[in-house]
């Protein structure tokens, strides 16, 4: 089936612009759904309102020029009307954007770091930050309602590939570089570095943290895949299964499950707690021999999501197809075109799929299946307990299989 087109947002082009530079590596949506940025190239980040920018879909079709006279969203005009009227901003960040992740405060969330008590800045429960890592190997840390800076990270000294905050409201930030590194940051405490995770043996390409904010998984260069635990900064284990590059993970919702995308033109749905693999979604037929994994196959999978409803799984390809999968189906529910895709993620409720081409922006609507009774209770019962002590529980042995996703 082919997936419904929701809208567009075009990056402006001149005459005279070259393609190299614009490629869009890296979208990212708000948590709280207010806001979507994304990186046009030529070291440029655009941030919108999410809201205004569906308003104008409807409005106007599914073409939507970003910078088009008819369709422009009203810009900052005073520092007071940040909180009840969102807007949108263009930000140079001075060199090429990897990556981007959005942060926000609970306030009881207090800074790791206890013998410091005064601090720079004092971020609230209404401000919302982003995080830009760039080619130099900085982080710039800006306010979304004003666009102005507020913070510069200078540690690592290779391309910022991947940036994550921890979901839990504390702004820990991981970022994910070329130089073989993870760092660990708290923003609370002025941008702090406060721990360097050292495993990798090059590249990492991409981070991301469990619903909980416990674990973290890391993938990079040498078919890595790494789980890190988040209270002790050490590494719980290492996954073994890719045979090419992995760049791309993420948790499902409940977090029972990790999806990595890699070169060798698979993704693997994992149980992260015992490290074995579920589900295999192959993007070449017949998937190709270890050996040929690495091969110039026009298939090498370069991003890979979870939906909000924990049933579907997104992947983007360099065979020009974006794959709408249900977890429990060996092949995709929905495609879509899309060429020379670099990176896709799924709106804050999970309704629409932004993937990144060229500078631009495109959107398909996320299938609409009913979740089985079943699938919610896999689901709701890890609000309570870990897949640790669901695979515990006096019920049967095929209840816990299903419980854990095996069935």
């Not at 990790?258 to 693997?268: H, K, N």
Request: charged share 20%; with cysteine.
């Amino acid at each position: 089936a082919r997936s419904r087109t929701v809208g567009e947002l075009l990056a402006p082009t001149s005459p005279f612009d070259k393609k190299c530079g614009r490629e869009n590596w890296t979208v990212a949506f708000a948590p709280d759904g207010s806001y979507l940025a994304w990186s046009q190239g030529h070291r440029i980040v655009k941030l919108v309102p999410w809201a205004q920018c569906l308003n104008n879909f409807l409005l106007h079709g599914t073409k939507n020029g970003a910078n088009a006279a008819g369709t422009r969203l009203p810009r900052q005009s005073s520092e007071g009307s940040q909180k009840n009227k969102p807007c949108e901003h263009v930000i140079d960040c001075g060199d090429i954007v990897w990556s981007l992740a959005f942060g926000s405060s609970v306030p009881e969330k207090q800074s790791r770091c206890v013998n410091i008590e005064w601090h720079r800045f004092k971020f609230g429960q209404d401000q919302l930050l982003l995080a830009t890592g760039l080619n130099n190997g900085r982080i710039k840390i800006w306010d979304v309602y004003t666009g102005k800076l507020l913070l510069n990270l200078m540690d690592h000294t290779e391309v910022v590939r991947d940036l994550t905050f921890a979901p839990d409201g504390s702004l820990i930030l991981v970022s994910a570089s070329r130089d073989k590194t993870l760092r660990v940051w708290d923003l609370k405490d002025d941008g702090n570095m406060m721990k360097v995770l050292r495993g990798h043996p090059n590249w990492v390409y991409g981070c991301a943290f469990s619903p909980d904010s416990s674990i973290l998984c890391s993938v990079g260069a040498s078919k890595a895949v790494f789980l890190w635990d988040m209270d002790k900064y050490c590494m719980l284990r290492k996954l073994e299964g890719h045979h090419n590059d992995v760049v791309a993970c993420e948790f499902s919702p409940d977090g029972a499950l990790l999806a990595t995308a890699s070169y060798d033109t698979r993704v693997y749905v994992w149980d992260p707690h015992v490290g074995v693999i579920l589900r295999e979604f192959g993007h070449l037929f017949p998937p190709p021999t270890p050996i040929f994994a690495g091969g110039a196959n026009d298939r090498w999978v370069r991003s890979v999501c979870f939906s909000h409803d924990g049933l579907h799984v997104a992947s983007l390809a360099d065979d020009k197809m974006v794959r709408f999968w249900r977890i429990d189906e060996e092949y995709p529910v929905q495609v879509a075109p899309l060429n020379n895709g670099l990176c896709c993620t799924f709106s804050t409720d999970g309704s629409v799929l932004a993937a990144g081409q060229d500078g631009s922006l495109y959107f398909w609507a996320t299938p609409s299946q009913v979740s089985s009774l079943q699938h919610l209770c896999r689901m709701a019962i890890r609000r309570v307990m870990p897949t640790s002590q669901v695979k515990n529980l006096p019920i049967p042995g095929k209840v816990v299989e299903f419980l854990c996703y095996q069935i």
